[in-house]
T-cell receptor, first 114, second 111 residues
Framework: NAGVTQTPKFQVLKTGQSMTLQCAQDMNHEYMSWYRQDPGMGLRLIHYSVGAGITDQGEVPNGYNVSRSTTEDFPLRLLSAAPSQTSVYFC?????????????FGEGSRLTVL | AQSVSQHNHHVILSEAASLELGCNYSYGGTVNLFWYVQYPGQHLQLLLKYFSGDPLVKGIKGFEAEFIKSKFSFNLRKPSVQWSDTAEYFCAVKGGNKLVFGAGTILRVKS
């Protein structure tokens, strides 16, 4: 049982490049989400999904796309990277139905945009 | 939309001192409340959570938090901190479909 797995752990991009951060979970969680963490700003929700085929925007969605074709995977795409997207990105998942909806986090992906 | 406010961004304590970190939220409906901890270089780990029932919640490592609905607060406490509690602490509130985090409080415990 691997939990939430994020790849890559580190990435350096040039302005304008595109890339995809991968997130996979093996806990059969319905809910998956992406956050970015910046100093002094906590974690801000980018996008989230409550099940396969369903996605919605969080607090800071601009410049990012997501899709949820399977329960296990929730990739985050940067369409045209900007220096303002330099951050640490965390994927998290949880059950959606039932009482226990604690989020489980991946180990993070540190992205630098030059 | 909900929001979360953590009162202190930096807290410095000596070992054995008592800790209280403030957290207030704004949301009109039913909420689930969480405290997460992030040790240096690591990802977030759940300290404790409140869904319903007893408003005094006990978590791991001697931490506890009290949900006061009338004050929209969920403050984190520990009677006696240790050097190993040095970390960043995040309050989070789930209302509806979104889990929203506060800006975090960096705790440094001096040995």
């Amino acid at each position: 049982n691997a939990g939430v797995t994020q790849t890559p752990k580190f990435q350096v991009l040039k302005t304008g490049q595109s890339m995809t951060l991968q997130c996979a979970q093996d806990m059969n969680h319905e809910y998956m989400s992406w956050y970015r963490q910046d100093p002094g700003m906590g974690l801000r929700l980018i996008h989230y999904s409550v099940g396969a085929g369903i996605t919605d925007q969080g607090e800071v969605p601009n410049g990012y796309n997501v899709s949820r074709s399977t329960t296990e995977d929730f990739p985050l795409r940067l369409l045209s990277a900007a220096p303002s997207q330099t951050s640490v990105y965390f994927c998290a998942s949880s059950y959606w139905t039932g009482k226990e909806r604690e989020l489980f986090f991946g180990e993070g992906s540190r992205l630098t945009v030059l | 939309a909900q929001s979360v406010s953590q009162h202190n961004h930096h807290v410095i304590l000596s070992e054995a001192a008592s800790l209280e970190l403030g957290c207030n939220y704004s949301y009109g409906g039913t909420v689930n409340l969480f405290w997460y901890v992030q040790y240096p270089g690591q990802h977030l780990q759940l300290l404790l959570k409140y869904f319903s029932g007893d408003p005094l919640v006990k978590g791991i490592k001697g931490f506890e938090a009290e949900f006061i609905k009338s004050k929209f607060s969920f403050n984190l406490r520990k009677p006696s901190v240790q050097w190993s509690d040095t970390a960043e602490y995040f309050c989070a509130v789930k209302g509806g479909n979104k889990l929203v985090f506060g800006a975090g409080t960096i705790l440094r415990v001096k040995s």
